[in-house]
């Protein structure tokens, strides 16, 4: 016996469609971190900023859904929300702190392999070879866009952006797997994530971290940018999203951040990009939008599979 629902697969192609570029929005936004951790927030607080990001929202998100988790979904919430949120942001904000742009956005494309891999093991899927050489392709196509000569690594920020792909990765594979309870909606699903997020947070952020010394203006927007809209919004769509899309095929979109990121970037310095910057950004793209797609072979097979397998 089970208190959750299984997934539900979209029936029509128009109606995937849509979803699709639904979620797509997401990963979009998430882009926008790397611009707005470097310009508006303090410097050196990664675990208050990850706090700030999670916990006003999903208070917020609470209170609009009036729902709080049951029996085994304590447990499940503080698990998801610790891999998708609670360890994925301040790994995320010290990669981005430790490490070239182009570098920690390189780390993160890889995470849709990392979720292909984990579905053979937590979802009993089948290993979808085109799935994963279209993620290689995405990782080389975000390399060529994000990657200059004079990137450089450091082993912390190495460490920690690979760590970061491999939490929200996993985290992603497990929503899959436990789905959502019955009556519950996706703001509150995020609600119980965001809010577990921040309570694993807030005692190493207010003791590792602290309150940074000045909160102008800039970080006040900043801290509202990727609470309100970086996680209280994105994170609706993305659960709702991964509810109804194939696994795989979703994390593919998270090939947009580093690229919006990237394109953020390029036009906030005033730059433009070449030749081989663009190639990549087109293998990109073509690698989100065919993983999306199974080869026709395969589609018949899927389809005499239970639905959200």
């Known amino acids: 016996m089970t208190t959750t629902i299984p997934p539900h697969a979209v029936a029509s192609p128009q ?38 990001r999670s916990l006003p929202a999903g208070l917020i998100a609470l209170a609009i859904s009036r729902t709080l988790p049951r029996g085994r979904w304590w ?3 503080l698990v998801l929300g610790t891999l998708n949120m609670g360890a994925f942001f ?28 984990l579905a053979v093991a937590i979802l009993r899927e089948r290993l979808s070879a085109w799935r994963v050489w279209w993620g290689v392709a995405g990782v080389a196509g975000v390399a060529l866009v994000v990657l200059g000569p004079g990137a450089g690594v ?6 920690a952006g690979l760590a970061g792909a491999a939490s929200m990765g996993l985290g992603v594979v497990l929503t899959k797997k436990w789905g959502r309870p019955e009556g519950v909606s996706a703001i509150g699903f995020a609600g119980w994530q965001l809010s577990s997020a921040g ?41 709702a999203g991964i509810r109804k899309l194939p696994v795989t095929a979703t994390a ?18 005033g730059e ?19 993983g999306q797609v199974a080869p026709r072979a395969r589609r018949g097979a899927d389809a005499r599979r239970p639905p959200g397998r």
Do not use: C
């Open 199 to 239: 309570v694993v947070l807030l005692v190493p952020a207010l003791i590792i971290d602290g309150v940074p010394p000045i909160i102008d203006g800039k970080a006040l927007a900043g801290y509202a940018w990727l609470g309100l809209v970086g996680a209280l919004t994105t994170y609706t769509i993305w659960f």
């Open 154 to 159: 450091d082993l912390v920020g190495l460490v």
């Open 272 to 290: 433009t990009l070449s030749a081989v910057q663009l190639a990549g950004f087109a293998l990109a793209l073509t690698a989100m939008l065919a």
């Open 15 to 52: 109606a995937r469609a849509g979803w699709t570029a639904l979620t797509a929005l997401a990963p979009m936004v998430w882009g926008t971190t790397y611009i707005v951790t470097t310009h508006l927030l303090p410097e050196g607080h990664p675990l208050f900023a990850a706090l700030m």
């Open 252 to 269: 593919l979109l998270g090939l947009l951040s580093p690229l919006t990121a990237a394109t953020l970037g390029a036009a906030i310095a």
């Open 90 to 117: 301040p790994l995320l904000f010290v990669a981005a702190q430790h490490l070239p742009g182009g570098v920690a956005a390189t780390l993160g494309a890889a995470q849709p392999l990392v979720v292909a891999f």
């Open 75 to 77: 447990i499940r919430s």
